[in-house]
């Protein structure tokens, strides 16, 4: 179940908020699909936040394996 947040449509305040690039990459239906529903089950504002979000999920797993 999603969680619920008064700041559904507003930015994370932990965010980024000033960018430093820009990526741009092909992606299948189904990643483009399943980013979509992470962006409504995480009640972010863009696409952008669930990309930050997953990137900082998965580098505290790879520092956690490593140590």
Do not use: C, W, Y
Request: hydrophobic letters at 45%; charged letters at 30%; proline letters at 6%.
């Amino acid at each position: 179940m999603p969680r619920k947040s008064k700041l559904a449509n507003a930015q994370d305040p932990d965010f980024v908020t000033q960018p430093d690039g820009f990526i741009n990459v092909p992606v299948s239906k189904k990643t483009r699909e399943d980013l979509h529903a992470l962006k409504k089950s995480m009640q972010v504002a863009s696409q952008a936040e669930v990309i930050e979000k997953a990137v900082a999920i998965a580098r505290a797993i790879d520092i956690a394996v490593r140590n």
